[in-house]
Each structure stands twice: as structure tokens, then as C-alpha cells.
């Protein structure tokens, strides 16, 4: 049985709701959320009986783009959404797959397509430069990863000499990502790539600490990278872990050897702190900021939300405010339960009571009484 430390007090978070089925809205897709640093969201959605990108923060939604499958329009994998409101999506516009950026106000714009050297792309991710990275293949089949913002062809920072390339999930704005690279022996390496330069993070090779690289990792404008893998814990099996890095030594965030049974989706924001998805030893499934379940608790199944019990969330992104947007199953007594879109903000610490500050003064008065000196 693991030991656990004492918990801390719980964290305070407001829930805003952004999106959730209505008359006009169908459901909101969970693993689609994505979240600029002003804490507008953007997602996908059914809207009148196509999918459609919506943007919001709370408010009235905005229609970003909708697909519209008689034109060859599509909409293809999840939006990522910058602090100027550009929206970069994958999919097709008249039957030609690309990757497009609807800029804000404005209708999509390609930024690139199949329609010259490149065959398949997909999974963009956009920075605040507009600049886009994004996984293509060419004519031949080689596959890479690929930046740019349309004004020149794209530029390579991958390619499959590294392996078979992860999704590259995250941009910062120097231009620099993260993903994982697989050799044909198995090896996985986690790196942090831009334009000019390759940095290995770590690597699950035999006698490394770590094995077990899994999922996508990401990275901040610091350029340290977090990423889910299981370490090397002396006796016993490797712990699953969420690690972090930036190319030297590898800090733990937080391991399986406390309350946590299973750790995933790290999202590392500008302050360096990861949020990631969890399960509790008691089974409960949720996101956290750290390794407190309490003190560092965003929102976790069975936790009331617009007054119904949360069957499962999926997180989509953190921000350097603290603020975190995801996806969420509301048991509503439905088969499949009803899907939401939410922000959580963090609550302010409380402000003292007037009646606490006169205690607390008080403490410190008697703090400064001196005991009386020998007698002389």
C-alpha cells in the first residue's frame, strides 16, 4: 500500500459553462477543445446539421467554419485557437485536404493543401506569430512534421529519419514544438524541434530510468517539454509518471507512488506548471494541477457541475492564468449522458474577515511582548 502525504486544502475553481446541446446546438465533441491564453475556446460541434468550429468565453457562441459536404467542405480534426482569435483546422475545401486558418471575422483561408507536393495533412496547431505546425506526407509517401504561415512554402523540422513521428500537439511562439519519434526497434524519444535545431528530452531506451513514452507531449514558450512515460522506482514495476524537461535532467511532477493510478495528457503552461488527466487509487477519473487530489483539483467524476454528478471529462487545454478548458460527460440519466464544454477558472484566495485581521493583529502584538529579563 502506497503512503500518502497529508492533503492540502481544496482549490476554489468558477465553472463556465461554453457550450452545451440546446435547440440549435448538437453535441459538443470533448477531445476537440482547445484554449487561446484569454481563455476563449474554441471547439467542434453539430450546428444545424453540419459540423461547425465555435469559438466562445462564456457568452453568445461565434461561427468560426462549417463544413458542408455538397461543396467538398470538411472539417477534419480539432481547432487551435490563438490570442488573435486565428483558427487553424484540418479537413477538405472542395475536395482538397489541407490545412486551413479562419483568421477572426474572416471566412477559412488555406494555408496549405494537397494540391501541390503535399498529400495528407493534418493535426495543425497555431502560435501567436500565425505561424502552424502540422504533420504532412508528400506524393511519395515520406512522412514529416511542418511549419509555416503561408507565405512560403512549409518548412521541415521533422522528418522519419527520427523514427515514426508522433502528433505534435503544442507551438510556442518562437516557433518551437515537441513530439515523440518511435525507431523500428521501439525506442521512443521525446523532442523539441523548430526550424534550426533538435533537442533530444529523453528517450525510454533500456537502463535510461524511463520506459513507456506514451501520448503527445507539450511544451511552453520556455521551451520545457512534459510528457506521461513510467520510471524506474527501484523495487516493483515502473510507476507511471508525468515528467517534465528541457533537455537535461527530468523533474517528476507527479507519480503513481501517491493517490494516482493512472496519468496522461500533460499540458505544461507559460508558468511551467502541467495539468494532466488522472485516475484516483478510489477509482475516480479526473484533471489535476498536481499531486495534492485535493489542494490540486480541477474537477474529478462524481464532482456536481450545473447541478449534475460528472461522469468523466477530457482535458483540452491550460493557460498561463491557471484557467483550464475541457470536455465533460454530465450524467443526466441518458445512455450516453450529456456533453458539455467548460472553462474552469481559478477563485481568488478569500479576502480576511475584519474579525480575523483583529485576531491576527492581535497574535502579533503578543508576539512583540518581551519576557520579562533576570531580576538585577
Same mark, same amino acid.
Request: aromatic fraction near 6%; charge should be negative; hydrophobic fraction near 45%.
Given at each position: 500500500m502506497a503512503l500518502h502525504a497529508p492533503l492540502g486544502r481544496a482549490a476554489g475553481y468558477k465553472y463556465t459553462l461554453i457550450a452545451q446541446p440546446d435547440a440549435q446546438l448538437g453535441t459538443p465533441l470533448s477531445f476537440s477543445v482547445s484554449m487561446n491564453e484569454q481563455g476563449v475556446v474554441a471547439f467542434i460541434a453539430l450546428q444545424a446539421g453540419h459540423n *461547425?468550429?465555435?469559438?466562445?468565453?462564456?457568452?453568445? #457562441? +461565434?461561427?468560426?467554419?462549417?463544413? %458542408?459536404?455538397?461543396?467538398?467542405?470538411?472539417?477534419?480534426?480539432?481547432?487551435?485557437?490563438?490570442?488573435?482569435?486565428?483558427?487553424?483546422?484540418?479537413?477538405?475545401?472542395?475536395?482538397? *485536404?489541407?490545412?486551413?486558418?479562419?483568421?477572426?471575422? #474572416? +471566412?477559412?483561408?488555406?494555408?496549405? %493543401?494537397a494540391s501541390g507536393p503535399l498529400k495528407t495533412l493534418g493535426d495543425p496547431v497555431i502560435n501567436g506569430?500565425?505561424?502552424?505546425?502540422?504533420?504532412?506526407?508528400?506524393?511519395?509517401?515520406a512522412a514529416f512534421i511542418a511549419i509555416g504561415d503561408g507565405s512560403a512554402p512549409a518548412a521541415a523540422i521533422a522528418d522519419e529519419t527520427l523514427g515514426t513521428l508522433g502528433i505534435p500537439v503544442s507551438l510556442n511562439a518562437s516557433g518551437t514544438t515537441a513530439f515523440t519519434a518511435t525507431t523500428p526497434g521501439g525506442v521512443t524519444s521525446v523532442v523539441r524541434a523548430s526550424r534550426s535545431d533538435s533537442t533530444p528530452i529523453a528517450d525510454d531506451s533500456a537502463g535510461g530510468g524511463i520506459c513507456c513514452i506514451a501520448g503527445a507531449p507539450t511544451l511552453n514558450d520556455s521551451g520545457v517539454v512534459?510528457?506521461?512515460?513510467?520510471?524506474?522506482?527501484?523495487?516493483?514495476?515502473?510507476?507511471?509518471a508525468i515528467l517534465k524537461g528541457s533537455g537535461g535532467d527530468l523533474a517528476v511532477v507527479v507519480d503513481e507512488l501517491g493517490p494516482f493510478d493512472a496519468?496522461?495528457?500533460?499540458?505544461?503552461?507559460?508558468?511551467?506548471?502541467?495539468?494532466?488527466?488522472?485516475?484516483?487509487?478510489?477509482?475516480?477519473?479526473?484533471?489535476?494541477?498536481?499531486?495534492?487530489?485535493?489542494?490540486?483539483?480541477?474537477?474529478?467524476?462524481?464532482?456536481?457541475?450545473?447541478?449534475?454528478?460528472?461522469?468523466?471529462?477530457?482535458l483540452g487545454a491550460f493557460d498561463a492564468a491557471g484557467q483550464v478548458a475541457f470536455g465533460a460527460t454530465l450524467d443526466d440519466g441518458s445512455l450516453l449522458g450529456k456533453s458539455v464544454v467548460v472553462r474552469a477558472d481559478p477563485a481568488p484566495e478569500p479576502a480576511a474577515?475584519?474579525?480575523?485581521?483583529?485576531v491576527l493583529a492581535a497574535l502579533v502584538g503578543l508576539s512583540r511582548i518581551r519576557a520579562p529579563g533576570p531580576p538585577r
Open positions: *461547425a468550429i465555435l469559438r466562445g468565453s462564456g457568452g453568445p #457562441l +461565434a461561427t468560426v467554419a462549417v463544413d %458542408d459536404p455538397s461543396a467538398g467542405d470538411t472539417i477534419g480534426a480539432a481547432p487551435s485557437i490563438n490570442v488573435a482569435l486565428s483558427v487553424a483546422f484540418a479537413g477538405m475545401r472542395s475536395s482538397v *485536404a489541407g490545412v486551413y486558418v479562419a483568421r477572426n471575422g #474572416l +471566412a477559412p483561408a488555406t494555408l496549405y %493543401d506569430a500565425e505561424e502552424v505546425v502540422f504533420r504532412a506526407t508528400t506524393d511519395s509517401d512534459a510528457f506521461a512515460a513510467r520510471r524506474e522506482v527501484g523495487v516493483g514495476p515502473p510507476a507511471a496519468l496522461t495528457r500533460p499540458i505544461i503552461n507559460a508558468a511551467g506548471r502541467v495539468a494532466f488527466l488522472g485516475t484516483l487509487d478510489s477509482g475516480e477519473q479526473g484533471i489535476w494541477t498536481g499531486p495534492d487530489p485535493v489542494r490540486n483539483k480541477v474537477i474529478q467524476s462524481g464532482d456536481p457541475l450545473f447541478g449534475l454528478p460528472v461522469r468523466g471529462v477530457l474577515s475584519p474579525a480575523a485581521l483583529l
